[in-house]
């Protein structure tokens, strides 16, 4: 992977944080490699509020052409991005949660149903129940984390 890549990706990651505290009011951080990678992307510093304490969370930025219809409807690379952090999740009994910059939507998160039964979602300007390979996932703007009386702005994991 070149450095223009690692760069987009570490920003990406970076803007997640920032996310993640607002949603969450507890510290996270970027994981660095090594075996902590097999955490997730981002990973909390304190013990996040349930059911953040029991997600593993992946990044993908700075995607072109990238936009909604493909968290709709996704493709064979979204598929397996989902395949590899659902078994990622799965060894490590959590739930997991794909952060998506989308050009013109801002952050766009993708998990399980099961992770929005313990989350006070804000009201949203749209939330979708779709199908991916069979499994039930909920695509949402990342605002729809936000707890009550937080407002959030929505993260572009592609700014900074």
Known sequence: MGKPSRDKGARGERAAVKLLEQATRTRWRRARGGDVQALGDVIPVDVPPAP????????????????????????????????????????????????????RWGTTVVTTPHLYEGVEVCAPEWVADTSWDGAEVVVAPADALAPSGLLLDVLDLDDE
Do not use: C, F, I, N
Request: cysteine-free; glycine content about 12%.
């Open 52 to 103: 953040w304490d029991g997600v593993v969370v992946e990044v993908k930025a700075g995607y072109k052409g990238m936009h909604v219809g493909h968290l709709l409807r996704p493709t064979a690379r979204e598929l397996g991005w989902w395949a590899k952090l659902t078994a990622q999740a799965r060894d490590l009994g959590r739930s997991p949660v794909l952060l998506v910059s989308l050009p």
